[in-house]
T-cell receptor
Framework: GPKVLQIPSHQIIDMGQMVTLNCDPV?????FYWYKQILGQQMEFLVN????????KSKLFKDQFSVERPDGSYFTLKIQPTALEDSAVYFC????????????FGPGTRLLVL | GDSVTQTEGQVALSEEDFLTIHCNYS??????LFWYVQYPGEGPQFLFR?????EKGSSRGFEATYDKGTTSFHLRKASVQESDSAVYYC??????????FGLGTRVSVFP
């Protein structure tokens, strides 16, 4: 199926530092999403993004989080500053249409905040 | 708010057994329903979807039927193989919004 890439696969940082997670979505997709999964827990929606704007965000999308897709390149999730509770696997997804269209997921970035 | 409940947290089967994973949802509107499968170290892979009452989705021998009356989308496979060992997620979604996932069901198939 369609491939979504995520860079890096793992990241370890100290609490308070900034981190940027990168996502290379399916090439012709227009809608982009970030999800968070803490080990052993449910996958939870963070934010979705279309046409350069955040369309919807959950209560997990704290003020320290931001997303962008500069010049149609990577879709990024930035956390500044990081907190211990941000340790999780972050999955990027993309879809062509927004109307209940299928979302395709990347392999995830495993973030550990020390 | 919306929610998805998967009854089975873990399922252990032998090859050629019949698999059923129960998925029930609670939603205010008329969502699309999805099944995803996740292998170790990977992201969820789309299995199939359904968006109308009585619509059947299927892929790779797995199938589920959207039932608005019982608010269910149970996953079934007639004869599992060892390669079907994975975590299976039921999810619901609306227009361009984030998916709501169930907790997942870990399926282990033994030869």
């Amino acid at each position: 199926g369609p491939k979504v890439l995520q860079i890096p696969s793992h990241q370890i940082i100290d609490m308070g530092q900034m981190v940027t997670l990168n996502c290379d979505p399916v090439s012709n997709h227009l809608y982009f999403y970030w999800y968070k999964q803490i080990l052993g827990q449910q996958m939870e929606f963070l934010v979705n993004f279309y046409n350069g704007k955040v369309m919807e965000k959950s209560k997990l999308f704290k003020d320290q989080f931001s997303v962008e897709r500069p010049d149609g390149s990577y879709f990024t999730l930035k956390i500044q500053p990081t907190a211990l509770e941000d340790s999780a696997v972050y999955f990027c997804a993309s879809s062509l249409f927004g109307n209940q269209d299928t979302q395709y997921f990347g392999p995830g970035t495993r973030l550990l905040v020390l | 708010g919306d929610s998805v409940t998967q009854t089975e947290g873990q399922v252990a089967l032998s090859e050629e057994d019949f698999l059923t994973i129960h998925c029930n949802y609670s939603a205010s509107g008329y969502p699309a329903l999805f099944w995803y499968v996740q292998y170790p170290g990977e992201g969820p892979q789309f299995l199939f979807r359904a968006s109308r009452d009585k619509e059947k989705g299927s892929s790779r021998g797995f199938e589920a039927t959207y039932d608005k009356g019982t608010t269910s989308f149970h996953l079934r496979k007639a004869s599992v193989q060892e390669s079907d060992s994975a975590v299976y997620y039921c999810a619901l979604g609306y227009y361009a919004q984030g998916l709501t996932f169930g907790l997942g069901t870990r399926v282990s198939v033994f030869p």
